[in-house]
T-cell receptor, first 115, second 114 residues
């Protein structure tokens, strides 16, 4: 158990629908990162939050949004889903930025299937 | 431009032998970090080893070592005494100074045979 909790583990939905993926970081970690892993795109960075504020944005579609709450858990909202959004979505957390290696610890992922 | 390149889509090794997984990177920063992660078939991403750009010695963690050649911009992962449980995807990743995110390569699938 990495200490990063993601729910749900599996999700099957239809095109056009909206889903929310949830992530609880490791205790003490202030940063949360979201990654998408698909067969054709590999591991793509979506967005990072640090202590409730957006810190960096990657290849995140406008249909996707995220936030980090005061208790540091984060949610990734995916709307108007398309077949191509089917992927494994990872959340990762890390210790504060002053740490040396800043190792990202990943959750088990949420596997989204859009039919 | 691709920042992390893993040229080996798949590698085969026999149990108890050593294997090297290649990784080259591209950055103009002097300060950066290099990481290797393992992804078994179950899907989770497991951190293996880290090398900082200013570290003079190659990083080692148990059976894992990182062959860091700064001038060649390579950070190859060496797994000694391979085990069946080492069969997995292996990803090389880099973090540049000033950024917290990791940029990943496309991965190498390692298959360890008995």
């Amino acid at each position: 158990d990495s200490g990063v909790t993601q729910t749900p583990k599996h999700l099957i939905t239809a095109t056009g629908q909206r889903v929310t993926l949830r992530c609880s970081p490791r205790s003490g970690d202030l940063s949360v990162y979201w990654y998408q892993q698909s067969l054709d795109q590999g591991l793509q960075f979506l967005i990072q939050y640090y202590n409730g504020e957006e810190r960096a944005k990657g290849n995140i579609l406008e249909r996707f949004s995220a936030q980090q709450f005061p208790d540091l858990h984060s949610e990734l909202n995916l709307s108007s889903l398309e077949l191509g959004d089917s992927a494994l979505y990872f959340c990762a957390s890390s210790v504060p930025a002053s740490s040396g290696a800043n190792v990202l610890t990943f959750g088990a992922g949420s596997r989204l299937t859009v039919l | 431009a691709q920042k992390i390149t893993q040229t080996q889509p798949g590698m085969f090794v026999q149990e108890k032998e050593a294997v090297t997984l290649d990784c080259t990177y591209d950055t103009s920063d002097q300060s950066y970090g290099l990481f290797w992660y393992k992804q078994p078939s179950s899907g989770e991403m497991i951190f293996l080893i880290y090398q900082g750009s200013y570290d003079e010695q190659n990083a080692t963690e148990g059976r894992y070592s990182l062959n860091f050649q700064k001038a060649r911009k390579s950070a190859n992962l060496v797994i000694s005494a391979s085990q069946l449980g080492d069969s997995a995807m292996y990803f090389c990743a880099m973090r540049e100074a000033g950024f917290q995110k990791l940029v990943f390569g496309t991965g190498t699938r390692l298959l360890v045979s008995p």
